[in-house]
């Protein structure tokens, strides 16, 4: 066996072993998501105090999830895009809680622009992940429609027929874009190689 044959061998199975890693984070990511709108769509207009609490919690969850983003993608050559979603929601936990004092329409623009910005961190890592595992356009789509759902929460903020509720359809969609990502991982990981 040649040394550039071992090599491939080597990046092959770290390739694989990183799709595995991110199929599991991206069904735990999924599920977080589904239960999410279930308790939005339960509590929205029954009881603010717990809509604003799960408001808080969206962001403050992103933080835990690109952590175990990190945590999955360790031989990744960079990994400040996740940093920098780190930093991104850790602030928009805190600004959440401090527009809420304000009222929702506030928190949700907060909630906006912070959607803008992992959208496109989303869309950047989806685009960089392409060639090595495959099975990221849902990501890319993902991160795409996060940065027009969030252009959307700041312009409609203040409009009376919308509110906490309307974040539903966003959360669900994210739901949506990481099962088909984690699906699309599992033909890497099945297959031995992770170019799918």
Known sequence: MTSNSSSNTVIAKQAVNTARSLRTLYFTRATFSVLWVILIALFAKTSVEIATILLIIYPAWDVVGTFL????????????????????????????????????????????????????????????????????????????????????????????????????????????????????LNKAVNSGTATA
Request: proline share 4%; no cysteine; glycine share 14%.
């Open 69 to 184: 983003d990190i945590r999955a993608n360790q031989d990744s050559p960079s990994k400040t895009p996740q940093y920098v979603n780190v930093v991104i929601s850790s602030i928009t936990t805190v600004a959440v809680g401090i527009a809420l004092q304000k009222g929702v329409p506030e928190a949700l623009m907060v909630f906006g622009a912070w959607a803008i910005g992992t959208g496109l961190i989303q869309l950047i890592l989806g685009l960089r992940r392409r060639k090595f595992l495959g099975g990221q356009w849902p990501m890319i789509i993902s991160g795409g429609q996060s940065i027009i759902g969030g252009t959307s929460f700041i312009l409609l903020a203040h409009d009376p027929t919308k509110g906490i509720a309307s974040l539903g359809g966003y959360a669900a969609f994210g739901a949506f874009y990481y099962l088909l990502a984690a699906f699309r």
